[in-house]
């Protein structure tokens, strides 16, 4: 419960690639081709997303000019799914196969804008990926026998709400109009 006149706790937001139903369907029978072994945790079907950058946690009077400031430009890309990797810590993800231009474009612009509003920005290399499942095992996942094929005209500001859970904040689109109407909350 919030003292009366104290500021909402901040929120944890980040940047993604967030698919229709079409893809993330597809996402899932990809997640779905492999035994996983018990305890494994397979990211829910509607949680299938590519970060473009971490966030973290954001004052709640800032979302409205953190949303605003993130309608960067960006043409639609297709992106093609199939490579499998296991990582460190069991994480089971899923990779394209080449990183377009305009994804490495559109992830660098995002970066400008973070830096702009003085917001974290990752230092690490940009791998982009899906991660499929956690506490994976020791063996990489299989990978679709044909490249999932993703139509990407645009990402979302998204909330983690914590327990898996997330909320689209604000939808951007590829072309002239950057940016849907006003947040959806």
């Keep these: 419960m919030r003292v009366s006149g104290a500021p909402p706790p901040p929120q944890r937001l980040f940047i993604a690639l967030w698919p229709g139903p079409r893809v993330r369907q597809a996402l899932a029978a990809c997640r779905d081709l492999s035994r996983w072994p018990a305890g494994a945790s397979l990211t829910a079907v509607e949680n299938l997303h590519l970060t473009l950058h971490f966030i973290g946690p954001v004052p709640a009077d800032r979302i409205d000019e953190v949303a605003a400031a993130l309608q960067v ?100 689109r590829a072309g002239p109009a950057a940016a849907s109407g006003g947040a959806k909350r």
């Design 73 to 172: 430009p960006m043409q639609a890309f297709e992106l093609r799914l199939q490579a499998t990797e296991l990582w460190h810590g069991g994480i089971a993800v899923l990779l394209p196969s080449a990183v377009p231009d305009r994804l490495q474009q559109l992830q660098a612009d995002l970066a400008e804008a973070l830096r702009l509003l003085a917001l974290p920005v990752e230092v690490r290399a940009f791998r982009p990926h899906v991660t499929l499942a956690r506490r994976a095992g020791r063996q990489p996942p299989l990978a679709p026998a044909v490249p999932l094929r993703w139509r990407v005209a645009g990402y979302a500001l998204v909330q983690s709400l914590g327990g898996g859970r997330y909320r689209v904040l604000r939808r951007y």
